[in-house]
Structures are given as C-alpha cells and as structure tokens.
C-alpha cells in the first residue's frame, strides 16, 4: 500500500509518483486484455455484421483510452525525472491488490463485460479530485494526484531547487514528431512547477474532466460503450461479442492459488511466455528511454523506433490478438488463454549502456527463436485455431527479426554473429 | 532517354497507424474493411481494384505521355497502355519499422513494373540486394532500402498545390463531405444489413470533419520515390511500336509520387516518369 500523508520533501513526491506510475501502467494492461478478448472478424460466430460494426468501435474506443493511459505513464515518468526520480516500469503480477482502488477490489485481467467496464469507469470517475472511497484507508486516483499537485505546489516554493533532472530525457510530442492529440497522444515536458501542475491537470481532465467536452473523457468512452452494449445485449440475446478468454491468464508457478487460470496447452504456453518476455523486453527499452543515461542522440533514436514506436504496435498488440484464438487448456474447451503481463520483479537494466544494449539485443534474438519454434509448433497443431493465427505468427516472426536488426545496427552490435543465428533458424 | 509518362487512381487495402501492418478489419486507425469486404491485404493496385467503394475514384494508372528527348510524341503506341506494379506490391514500413529514420509510406516492394498496351510489354524488376536479390525484406538492413526510400526526409509532403493542380480537389474538407452527402442519399436505398452497417461506417468516419485531422490531411499529402531500376529488364515489342531500341543493360530511373490519400475509397493518384535510355545508333 502506498504512503500517505501531505508531500513534503523530494523522496515522499517521487514515492507518489512512482505510485501513480504503477497505477497507470495497471490499467493500461485491464483495458488492452478487455479490448482483445473482443470478436473483431466477421468469421466469428455470434455477431452479425451490423452488431459487428458496433464491437470494433467499442475495440477501438478502449484501445484510445489505453493509448491516454499510455500518454499519462509518459507524464508521470516526466515528472519523476524533472525531479531527479527514475521512471518506473514495475508492477505486480495480476491480479494484485494496489494503491488506486476500492476496499476489496483487485487489479485483474478480465475479458469484456458489463462488470469490467463498470470497474474500469469507477476508475476513471476516481479522477476527480473529489472522489472518494468508502474506506479513508484507500485513497483514489484523484486524492493520489491532489496529493502530488499539492506536493509540487510545496516543493515549488522552496529555496531548495526541485526541478534538477536533465530537461533532454524528457519525452515530448515535439520530440518525437508527432502532431498534437495525433493518435490521442499530448506528452509534455515538465519544466517547473506551472507545467508540473499543467501535466497533471491534464491527467486528471483527460480521466474525467475533460476539456470543456472537446475530447471525450476516458469515463465518457466507458460510460458509452457500457450503455451501448447493455442495449444490444438486452435487445438480442444471441449476441456475443466477447470471446471466451480466461480471466487473469498465468504460466508461472503457483499462479493457481493465487486466483489465476493457469495455461496449460503447451503451444498457448509458449506463445504467452514469449509474449511475456516480449513485454517485459519492450518495459526495459522504456526504462532506458525515460531514464536517458549517457546515450548518444543515435542510440536515443534507435530505441525511439523501436521502444515508443513501434513495439507496442507491431508486437505487443498482434502477439495479444493471436493468443485470445488459442487454448487454454489441452483437454477439448472453448476457453482460450489472453495476454498475461506476467514480468520478473528483479529485471533491471545494467546502468552501463554498452552492455545493456547487448543483453537487450540478445533478448531480441531470443525473441525471434521463440516465435519461430512457437511457428513450428502451431504448424503441426492441425486444428481451426492454428490455422486462423499462422499467417499473424509468420508476419511476427518476421516483425521480430526486423526490430533485431534495427536495433544492432543502430546501437551498433556486430551482426554478423547473429546473421548465422537466423541462418541457424532457417536451417531447422 | 524515352520518357514514360503516367498516372492515375490507385487502390491500396491497407491499415492504418496506429494499427499494425498486419491488422486485417481495421480498429484504430482511420482505414477499414467494410462489411461485406474482404480482410485488408496491403495491395497496391494499379488496375482491377477489389471492392471498390461506392462514389470512390475509377482506378486505372494509365500512360499519358511519351517524349523523345523532350519532345512529345503524340501519337505513339504506348499511349493509354495501362501501368502495372507486380506481385503484390506493397507500401512496406511497417510501423516505421522497416527502412532508416525517413518517415512516410516506406518503400515500394517488390517493385516490378509492367507497361504494356497489345503491341508492346515493359517490365523490369528492381533488386534492393543485386548480389542477393532473395534476401527477404525484413532481413535487410536500414542502410539497404535507403536508395528506394522516399526522397523527403520526412517521408511525406504536404503538397495540396501538386495535388490539386493534378486531382482536382483543392478542399479536403469540402470533397469529404460531399461524399458524405452522396453516402447519405444512399443510405434509405440499403435494404441489406450488412450494406447497410458498410455505409453507416463510411458516414461515420467521414463525419469526422476536423480539418486538422488526419483523415483530411492526407488528402493533400504526397510521397516521391526516385531510383534506378536495376534487375533483369523484359521488352516485348512487336513490329517495333515502340520505335527505338531500348537499352536494356543501363539501369532505367524512375520518379513517382503517390499521394492525395482517400482515406474513405482507400485510393490514391499516383503520378510518375519512367525513363528508357535508348541504344545509341552508330
């Protein structure tokens, strides 16, 4: 549980903040297993192609809110480094109970439902600065950054110098050449305390408030997606646009007791092992990023295009969609597995650059060998699923080698030793 | 040189940011199969479109000129032959990926290009690796697809002059929403459900009107490549239609923008040179 209690030095705001952090990064992880475990191809039964329509808009609609809450991870990890904090990547595995949420309420990967949107819009509606929980011993989001505001406005004022991070590791729209509001995405860089207070102005209005209604709230998309979808439920019962995932999917040991649907088809293991490595290998570039050591403008570049664009995307995203097809179990059962977040609480990156770009490139290479015994495997399976996903898992595959690539020349490793690795692949 | 002049309405199936490469309705970005249509295949298509969309331009990429030297000939064969990009070709970035730092479309890959008309065919394929033209795409190195990358640094060209010089359409504002208009009239005719949920979907991204939005600016964006075309060259030219000896061995260069994006008829206008050196005579 976090700490509490008015900020008044620099240890106490970057302990909030790195809560704040955590928080982010939680719900960004609910509303991406929600939005996959939505039907969003006319093969699959159960949605007509008018209701269809209607589902791929409530895919898209959770997928900006998640962007939003990536946005608002970027801020927060902005101003923990103008501040002179670390960015901060870690979280528990799910489910976990966190700073953030109502008495007995947990974090958890949950498919689409009435019962998961009307939690991710109380978490949304805790924005407000006024909110509360029943329980004074659970503070909400909106307290948590009320507490942080009032921490900077603190802090600001003093003789003691607050602001002592290097302005160059901070992550702007401007600095990564992207048009303002571009894809939901508005990072800023913090400054002093008026864009400290700005920012987080911004993450409180973007979660509830809104900008006198000129973008839509991420309760507002919550709420009209909920409504939407009581509706067409209530008026057709056949409809089902949810795909029959497990809540809180797990590979790791012991994951039974702690409430998890534990993957146990052996192919779906690997493909949500490598999807976790992947993740926790994309968590790592982020860290270096928003760290920003002694990188030279090329390296920062390099994981630019590989870390903040597009590894989520081309990665995280198309590996979530193909798992949501595959069995969870080996016995005969429609329930599929889904992404499971699951990281290593003691991974970190060396502070010393060379050697964190080969171990980073080395997990790359990792990466690409998996999915393609992961390939090898879904070939053999024979079976509807592995038909539908085959061609997404040659196309990742192929993703997978390329960002390898990318990432050697650009933080130039000797390829030639992995040339004969991939040549090894082919050989198999 | 015999410059090959050519243009017209291209169809391309693609997805769009922030949707992977490989997303095959559409979801985030501003591009989708419809229902009723096929998953999205990335196809540059520069005849015989697939689905084409209801009010969307005719695609056909035609040749509207022909110059020896500069001068015009006016009435040689290979005028309106159709223009043809081959096997599958396909805009390859694949979320910036692919390629240097060079934002855009990426690169054209493969690139073989076909003119051809009765009377005559041009083909020629372009190898990004000579020595090893069967090295896949992703293997190759940023460096690698430099020479078939845009020209701009930043991929893209906001060049609503250009664009509408040669489409017509100066307002992309004003195009969007007459095409909304014309949906709109064909709306109560739709008794089919799924053609029903396909125009509802069209009317609404093109209701999206913000003009900063990028639905609108890439209407008036274009992209420029220029390089040489290397491989083997293929030309089928019977009773001499084309008039002069083509030389085969030079490399012949290319230049073509794409642009003016319909976001709504997933078309765009493609407006290029290809340029055929000529044997000289002794």
């Not at chain 1, 509830?208 to 019962?237: K, N």
């Not at chain 1, 979530?320 to 889904?338: D, K, N, Y």
């Not at chain 1, 080969?358 to 060998?369: A, F, K, N, S």
């Not at chain 2, 030309?235 to 012949?252: C, F, H, M, Y």
Request: aromatic share 8%; proline share 7%.
């Amino acid at each position: 549980m976090p700490t509490s209690g008015e900020i008044r030095n620099r240890a106490q705001l970057i302990r909030a903040l790195t809560d704040a952090a955590q928080i982010e990064h939680a719900v960004i992880c609910q509303y991406l297993f929600a939005a996959h475990s939505l039907k969003t191809h006319p093969s699959e039964p159960g949605v007509s192609a008018p209701l269809l329509e209607r589902v791929r808009q409530w895919k898209s609609n959770i997928l900006e809110v998640a962007r939003g809450e990536m946005e608002h991870l970027g801020l927060v990890c902005n101003l923990l480094s103008a501040v002179g904090g670390s960015p901060f990547f870690g979280r528990p595995n799910f489910p976990y109970v966190g700073c953030g949420l109502p008495p007995g309420a947990r974090y958890e990967l949950r498919p689409f439902s009435a019962a998961a949107l009307e939690q991710f819009k109380a978490l949304e509606a805790s924005h407000e600065p006024g909110a509360r929980w029943d329980d004074e011993d659970h503070e909400t989001i909106g307290e948590l950054y009320s507490r942080i505001r009032r921490g900077f406005e603190f802090l600001g004022s003093h003789d003691r110098p607050l602001f002592v991070g290097p302005l160059g590791a901070q992550v702007s729209n401007e600095r990564i050449g992207l048009p303002e509001r571009w894809y939901e995405i508005r990072l800023r860089r913090v400054v002093d305390r008026e864009s400290a207070l700005e920012v987080l102005d911004q993450i409180l209005e973007e979660g509830h408030h809104g900008q006198a209604h000129r973008y839509p709230t991420h309760y507002e998309r919550f709420d009209e997606t909920l409504r939407e979808y009581r509706a067409l439920v209530a008026s057709d019962p056949s409809f089902q646009p949810v795909r029959s995932v497990a809540s809180n999917p797990a590979t790791r040991d012991g994951a039974e007791a702690e409430g998890c649907s534990v993957v146990e088809h052996p192919v779906t293991r690997r493909a949500v092992r490598l999807f976790n490595s992947s993740y926790e290998t994309m968590c790592l570039m982020l860290d270096r990023y928003y760290g920003y050591g002694d990188e030279t403008e090329a390296e920062r570049r390099t994981l630019e295009g590989i870390a903040l664009f597009p590894f989520m995307t081309v990665v995280i995203r198309p590996l979530a969609e193909i798992i949501v097809h595959m069995p969870l179990r080996s016995e005969p059962s429609e329930c599929t597995a889904g992404p499971a977040f699951e990281t290593d609480p003691t991974l970190r990156l060396s502070p010393q650059k060379r050697s964190s770009w080969i171990y980073i490139h080395e997990r790359l290479t990792d990466l690409v060998e998996e999915c393609s015994l992961l390939r090898r495997e879904v070939e053999v399976e024979q079976a509807r699923w592995a038909l539908a996903i085959l061609p997404r898992l040659v196309f990742l595959g192929e993703t997978l080698e390329a960002l390898s690539i990318k990432f050697a020349h650009g933080m130039k490793i000797d390829v030639q030793y992995f040339r004969g690795a991939y040549e090894r692949l082919e050989g198999r | 040189m015999l410059d090959i002049h050519f243009d017209g309405w291209f169809q391309c199936r693609l997805a769009t940011n922030p949707d992977p490469t490989d997303e095959p309705r559409g979801i985030s970005g501003h591009t989708f199969a419809l229902a009723g249509e096929p998953d999205l295949d990335r196809v540059i298509r520069f005849q015989d479109p697939v689905a084409p969309r209801s009010h969307g331009p005719e695609v056909g990429v035609t040749v509207t000129s022909v110059q020896l030297d500069g001068t015009e000939l006016s009435d040689h064969a290979l005028l309106g032959a159709s223009v043809d990009l081959m096997d599958d070709a396909k805009f390859e970035s694949r979320n910036k990926l692919l390629g240097d730092d060079r934002g855009g479309a990426g690169i054209i890959h493969p690139f073989r290009l076909r003119i051809s008309c009765p009377t005559v065919s041009l083909e020629r394929r372009d190898m990004l690796d000579p020595a090893d033209p069967d090295v896949p795409l992703h293997r190759m190195p940023p460096s690698a697809l430099t020479r078939r990358g845009p020209i701009s640094p930043n991929g893209f060209v906001f060049d609503p002059e250009t664009v509408a010089r040669v489409t017509g359409i100066a307002d992309g504002a004003a195009f969007r929403a007459a095409r909304r208009s014309a949906l709109e009239a064909d709306l109560p005719e739709a008794t089919d459900a799924t053609e029903r949920a396909a125009l509802g979907k069209r009317i609404f991204e093109l209701s999206i009107d913000d003009p900063n939005n990028i639905r609108t600016q890439f209407m008036h964006v274009t992209q420029t490549w220029q390089f040489a075309i290397n491989g083997p060259a293929l030309v089928s030219d019977k009773g001499g239609a084309i008039g002069l000896p083509i030389d085969v061995d030079q490399e012949w260069p290319v230049e073509l923008w794409m642009g003016a994006w319909d976001a709504d008829a997933l078309c765009g206008y493609v407006q290029g040179v290809l340029r055929l050196p000529v044997v000289a005579l002794p």
